[in-house]
């Protein structure tokens, strides 16, 4: 499995994105069913934010680790976490480095939809699995209900080359898909939901600065660009969005799929 971020994104990933998604962290970790007393792991971690909510509910006799495969995010991930007990380390989600029936749950946070095969790691999650343990992962759906990603998708229709690797965002496009990779994958019981939060910003300048700043996926390719791409971006982005009433704030409502099923 590749890194899908250069190491300039992880910081601002997590100064611009990551308060929007730990928004959906508790349905996440509802649908993985985590209790008090679980081991569990959290796949594509990110900057740790769910992983530092599961440790509150499995407590001082449970366990969290948490893996990544860029070093970049796992440093940010280190500062964030530094004290909590949660393990860390380099992790391919593909091919995970733990034995057999080890965790009672196993979480992805936006994560899974940028595996090179995604159910090959869905089947290494279930393979760690103990007997009844379930997963769950969150992904984004579509781009007209994305966050930051529809940022992604307009860059990748103005420069086709692009299409490919921001196409990642939404290569798991609806609730058919996600529920098959889990049924590929070997998991019974399986569900998938869609959670809707609306996000307000105060402008649309307050919107974009993350991405011109350069973080997450859509953002380190945005500032790769021209300036003149830049602008035909940025302008197509805003033409997409909807339009605040005077004075008021932009409000963009953001979709995404949680998906988990049952060793």
Not at 165 to 191: H, V
């Amino acid at each position: 499995m590749s890194e899908p971020l250069f190491s300039t994104a992880a910081e601002g990933y997590d100064a611009a994105f990551a308060p929007v998604t730990r928004l959906f962290i508790p349905a996440l970790l509802r649908a993985a069913r985590i209790e008090s007393g679980h081991h569990v792991l959290d796949v594509a971690t990110g900057t740790g934010a769910a992983a530092e909510a599961a440790a509150a509910i499995v407590g001082p006799s449970g366990s969290v680790g948490g893996g990544d495969i860029s070093p970049s995010m796992l440093e940010v991930d280190r500062g964030n976490l530094k004290g909590t007990g949660i393990a860390l380390e380099l992790l391919d989600g593909q091919a995970l480095r733990y034995g057999d029936g080890r965790f009672d749950a196993v979480i992805c946070q936006l994560g899974l939809m940028f595996f090179d095969d995604q159910a090959l790691g869905l089947s290494e999650f279930r393979r760690v699995l103990r007997p009844g343990g379930w997963a769950a992962a969150s992904v984004t759906p579509a781009p007209e209900r994305s966050l930051f990603g529809r940022v992604g998708a307009v860059i990748g229709r103005l420069v086709p080359d692009k299409a490919a690797l921001l196409g990642r965002f939404f290569s798991i496009p609806d609730a058919a898909c996600f529920g098959g990779l889990l049924a590929r994958a070997g998991f019974r019981e399986i569900q998938v939901q869609s959670e809707s939060r609306e996000i307000a910003f105060a402008s649309f300048d307050d919107y974009f600065k993350g991405i011109e700043e350069g973080a997450g996926l859509s953002g380190q390719e945005y500032v790769r660009l021209p300036r003149e791409q830049q602008q035909a971006v940025r302008e197509e982005v805003r033409r997409t969005l909807p339009q605040p009433a005077p004075g008021g704030p932009l409000v963009i409502t953001f979709d995404i799929l949680i998906g988990c099923g049952r060793k």
